[in-house]
């Protein structure tokens, strides 16, 4: 996949497409006028779903593209990591996401949209079931 290829990601986007899904959102720009923030560090969002499982979206970089393709700073690739209770954790068994970590690295907008969309439906009773019979 070459990078004209990827959908740009942005911290409006990401915003708006976890709110769609139900989650209520929040997120913080990187650096500003009025934030000193790591040079590298783009932007944050956090969302939890009503199921109680959490996403943390960074986006550490910018990619200046031309004026014709895109304005200003935009990303390509994403980390999310899954936060159940406030502590990073992974997904239940039989899940193509979180599996053996916490994080997804480098996540293009078609990625982000499948995690999203599977962490949202989740049903937080596989937790402790799968507690139970030793499986997490």
């Known amino acids: 996949m070459s990078d004209s290829d990827l959908k740009p990601i942005t911290e409006a986007t990401l915003k708006t497409h976890l709110e769609n ?7 913080r720009s990187g650096r500003n006028e009025h934030y000193g923030s790591p040079r590298e560090f783009s932007f944050e969002v956090r969302s939890i779903f009503n199921n109680g499982l959490s996403l943390q979206i960074i986006a550490r ?27 990073y ?22 990625t982000f949209c499948s995690i999203a969309d599977c962490v ?4 937080p009773k596989l937790y402790h079931l799968q507690q139970l019979t030793g499986d997490l």
Not at 21 to 27: E, F, I
Not at 63 to 87: A, M, Q, S
Not at 120 to 123: G, I, K, Q
Request: hydrophobic share 35%; proline share 3%; net charge negative.
């Open 21 to 27: 899904l139900g989650a209520r959102v929040m997120t």
């Open 61 to 87: 970089q910018h990619n200046y593209r031309d004026p014709w393709e895109t304005v200003g700073k935009i990303n390509d690739l994403v980390d999310v990591f899954l936060l159940k209770d406030g502590t």
């Open 89 to 110: 954790t992974e997904l239940p068994k039989g899940f193509i996401f979180f599996q053996k970590c916490d994080t997804e690295e480098s996540v293009d907008w078609d």
């Open 120 to 123: 949202a439906t989740v049903n």
